[in-house]
């Protein structure tokens, strides 16, 4: 029962370097989402995608970019790293809204540091 | 606007007590979906509870109730018989169409601790 699955864990950049935070699901969910959570904050949606092809920004879209790969993969990209990007990133997939609702199933995070 | 309000920072609850975590929403959609997660220190977000728009009951989850007052936008949860283990941080989240799309939006949190 893999669920999301985000990669890495952790990682650390300096100013201006660019990387590519990858997130899979296997439930066959058509939405997923990326937020970053910082501290007193919550959490804050970065970019959604309702289905595979489609994207859209969320409340802090600015200096990231977003891929749906496919179904299954939607990955978020720094093209330039910068320090108020220090975050805890999650990815998350749900089904639509229907008569029962689901919830939006988490990845693990991934604790990013830029330096 | 906020979507999601939580307006307790923190809360302290003894052991075996109950404890009420208050979130009010803002939506005019007629349709949405409202959550809580838990966010214990290892910092996995585990999902509680669920309550639909439509729904005319109350959800309750084990310990966990969702107390939904529709009319005052409040979908307060409820926890039983608090346990050292539901020291934790509590989302609150909502579920709208925006655009013809859903969104799940959260609140800021809510800090249990649970007191021996």
């Known amino acids: 029962n893999a669920g999301v699955t985000q990669t890495p864990k952790f990682q650390v950049l300096k100013t201006g370097q660019s990387m590519t935070l990858q997130c899979a699901q296997d439930m066959n969910h058509n939405s997923m989402y990326w937020y970053r959570q910082d501290p007193g904050m919550g959490l804050r949606l970065i970019y959604y995608?309702?289905?595979?092809?489609?994207?859209d920004k969320g409340e802090v879209p600015n200096g990231y970019n977003v891929s749906r790969l496919n179904k299954r993969e939607f990955s978020l990209r720094l093209e330039s790293a910068a320090p108020s990007q220090t975050s805890v990133y999650f990815c998350?997939?749900?089904?639509?809204?229907?008569?029962?609702?689901?919830?939006?199933?988490f990845g693990q995070g991934t604790r990013l540091t830029v330096v | 606007a906020q979507k999601i309000t939580q307006t307790q920072p923190g809360m302290f609850v003894q052991e075996k007590e109950a404890v009420t975590l208050d979130c009010t929403y803002d939506t005019s959609d007629p349709s949405y979906g409202l959550f809580w997660y838990k966010q214990p220190s290892s910092g996995e977000m585990i999902f509680l509870i669920y309550q639909g728009s439509y729904d005319q009951q109350n959800a309750t989850e084990g310990r966990y109730s969702l107390n939904f007052q529709k009319a005052r936008k409040s979908a307060n949860l409820v926890i039983s018989a608090s346990q050292l283990g539901d020291s934790a941080m509590y989302f609150c989240?909502?579920?709208?169409?925006?655009?013809?799309?859903?969104?799940?939006?959260f609140g800021i949190g809510t800090k249990l601790q649970v007191i021996p």
């Open positions: 995608s309702a289905s595979e092809g489609t994207t």
């Open positions: 989240a909502m579920r709208e169409f925006s655009g013809g799309y859903q969104k799940v939006t």
């Open positions: 998350a997939s749900s089904e639509e809204l229907g008569p029962q609702g689901t919830e939006a199933f």
